[in-house]
């Protein structure tokens, strides 16, 4: 894993700025009475009304999400299992760390994108890239500083950096620094795989068709020699996928095999966000021939 656990990149001040200015001064955000509402509640009707939020901007983004937070959390068990094995008798303490880091992954993951509820609707199911100015461009490349901003503003200081970091190391070699890398919060980089293996096989974005395996995987094997990605966390996606299909798109049967992810889901209160989401994605995927094969 990462050298720092408490995860301390920062994008550049002026992106803090702008993003800041963009969500409140301007008064274009269109659920900024939400976040004041929210502001008063427990920490996971925060997340749960940040998910919500999300769906109701744009659901492809929040259906994206539940998928990073099903694979994020499935890496994050398989990574950190050696805390309950290897012993005859495993202490409450390690229990208790154990499932501190699973809930703060998931809790992570749920909330990595909600900075795209700051970027146009239009935006977010423009099919062609090109035809985007660079001021629009800009925007959605902003949408994790713009999600960190809003983090902040409900006060998940501790959830800052997924969304800010998720996107460290996702772009080509050279547009990232490897101090930037070695900054992060220690369990960014498993959102982080979740996301970019979501967002490369995800056959709703409008932009782009969904990779195949065989480029995925040569992909995650030159970020890890890069250090995007540690040894540990390649070797437990590796795992995963020679045992189980962890490929996204999933259906409501795939997110039922994993009981933790499941509890966290009902405990945080955001089933029935949950089924709706699901459920309609599926009925736009009915009868399409999108569906990833499985090999």
């Known amino acids: 894993m990462t050298t720092e656990a408490n995860g301390s990149y920062r994008p ?4 803090i700025i702008e ?23 427990s920490r996971a ?18 259906t994206h999400t539940f998928e990073d937070a099903l694979m994020a959390v499935t890496f994050a068990q398989d990574v950190f299992r050696d805390m309950l094995t ?13 499932l501190s880091k699973i809930v703060n992954v998931f809790e992570g993951s749920l909330v990595h994108d909600i900075g795209k509820t700051g970027v146009d609707k239009r935006l977010l199911n423009t099919k062609d890239k090109s035809a985007l100015t660079e001021d629009e461009r800009h925007r959605i490349r902003l949408h994790g500083t713009l999600g960190g901003v809003i983090l902040h503003e409900l006060s998940l200081y501790d959830l800052e950096y997924f969304s800010y970091e998720h996107n460290l190391g996702s772009g080509r ?7 930037e890398l070695n900054s992060r919060h ?22 782009h068709r969904p990779v195949t395996k065989e480029h995925l995987l040569w992909l995650i094997n030159t ?3 890069q250090g995007v990605y540690s040894r540990k966390l390649i070797k437990s996606f590796k795992a995963k996928i020679a045992t189980q299909d962890m490929y996204p798109p999933f259906s409501r049967e795939d997110y039922e095999k994993n009981d933790l992810f499941m509890t966290l889901m009902r405990v945080y209160g955001i089933m029935d966000v949950f089924e709706r989401t699901i459920s309609e994605d599926q009925l736009t995927r009915r009868g399409l021939d999108i569906r990833i094969k499985k090999s």
């Open 19 to 41: 993003s800041t200015r963009l969500l409140f001064s301007k008064g274009n955000y269109p659920y900024k009475e939400q976040l004041k509402v929210l502001k008063k509640s």
């Open 223 to 225: 970020k890890g020699n």
């Open 12 to 15: 550049p001040k002026r992106e």
């Open 173 to 179: 070699s050279g547009t990232w620094k490897p101090e």
């Open 86 to 98: 290897g012993a005859s008798y495993v202490l409450p303490e390690s229990r208790a760390v154990y």
């Open 45 to 62: 009707n925060k997340i749960a009304g940040l998910v919500e939020i999300l769906q109701g901007h744009h659901r492809d983004s929040l």
């Open 186 to 207: 220690e369990l960014t980089e498993i959102v982080a795989l979740a996301d970019l293996i979501g967002g490369l096989l995800d056959p709703r974005r409008p932009y």
